[in-house]
Each structure stands twice: as C-alpha cells, then as structure tokens.
C-alpha cells in the first residue's frame, strides 16, 4: 500500500500494482465462474421442469443443490469483496462512476437473493422430489437463475463498455482535483 495521495485511494490506502491484479484476476475468475454457474443453474433447471423422468428430476434439482450450496455463496462473496476491494482502492472508486455503482448494487442484490430466494428455492424442490413428489414450483428453479444469469450478463457488458460517465460524487472530485492540481504553463 502506498502513502497518502489522489485518486484510487481510501484514507490514504492505494493498491499497488501486483496486489490489484491480483484482486482482478480473483474478481475476474471468481464473476466469471458465478456467470458459468448460473448458466449451469438454468440448464439444470430446464431439464427438471421439461423432463418427464423422475430419475432426471431428482438429479437435475440434487445438482442444482450441490451447486447452490458448495459454489454459490463463496463465488458471490469472492466477487463481491474483490470488487469492493478493487473499487475502493483504484482510481475507479465505489461512487465516482455509474458503472461501478451500478454494478456493486446489482452485485450486492444478486447475492442477497442467492441467499434468499435460490437456495430455498432449491432445498424446497430437494425435499419435495425426494419425497416421491413432483416439482412443487418449476418457477422456483428457473426464475433465479434466470435472474442471476440476466445480471451477470449485463454487469459483464458495462464492465468493458464503462457507460454513462461519473456521478455527482466523482464529478465534485474531479473538480477539487483540478483546483488543487497547478495548471501547467501553455507551450510556445
């Protein structure tokens, strides 16, 4: 970590080089894997509400199971925290561009509703398969990943188009910056 400075810093603390990429490469491999999982999530889901199998139902929602109790949560947490990492010790910031903002909040709303909504849903339909029955709600398997997969997509997209431009916040730091910056003297 460096000393006090400008931009990319919080209370003084920015990341140097090795440790940002390193965090990228964690908040990369870690996005990327919960984008994979979700589409993992919807396919297995698909197959549980379009087979007429009950050996397939039982294993399609058993694997949406494992995935959802041993992958889930560690690659929303691992993204989440690199993430808030990354933005807070970059130049980018938490609250200084739309994009980041915007990302962080649907990333935050996304592992909120893996925690509440998914995984329930999930263990509900585990149980109730198990127990010889059908698939109480074919929506409780789909509709998340559905969801999640939706959001990924669109978090990848403004991840590398960075639309939109700087909040009100990062628009009042970029002045105070040019105020205390010395304009440098005009070239002949």
């Known amino acids: ?30 996005s990327a894997g919960w984008l994979g999982l979700s589409a993992g999530l919807l396919a297995l889901g698909l197959a549980a509400n379009t087979t007429g199998s009950a050996a397939t139902l039982e294993a399609a929602v058993r694997s949406m199971k494992l995935f959802a109790d041993w ?9 989440l925290v690199s993430g808030l990492v990354l933005s807070l010790g970059t130049p980018w910031g938490l609250a200084r561009h739309r994009w980041v903002w915007t990302k962080f909040w649907l990333t935050l709303a996304t592992t909120t509703a893996t925690v509440l ?13 198990s127990a010889g029955h059908p698939l109480p709600d ?22 590398v188009l960075k639309p939109w431009g700087l909040t009100r916040r990062g628009r009042r730091l970029r002045q105070a910056a040019r105020r205390r910056t010395p304009a440098e ?4």
Do not use: C, Q, W
């Open 138 to 159: 074919g929506g409780d398997v789909l509709f998340g990943p559905i969801v999640s997969l939706s959001a990924y997509v669109f978090m990848t997209v403004i991840s």
């Open 71 to 79: 992958l889930l949560l560690p690659l929303a947490l691992s993204t």
């Open 1 to 30: 970590m460096s000393p006090p400075g400008g931009p990319g810093t919080v209370d003084g603390v920015k990341l140097h080089r090795p440790a940002r990429r390193a965090f990228l490469v964690v908040h990369v491999v870690a």
């Open 185 to 188: 003297p005009a070239r002949v």
């Open 117 to 129: 909504a998914l995984r329930p849903g999930v263990n509900e339909a585990v149980s109730a398969v």
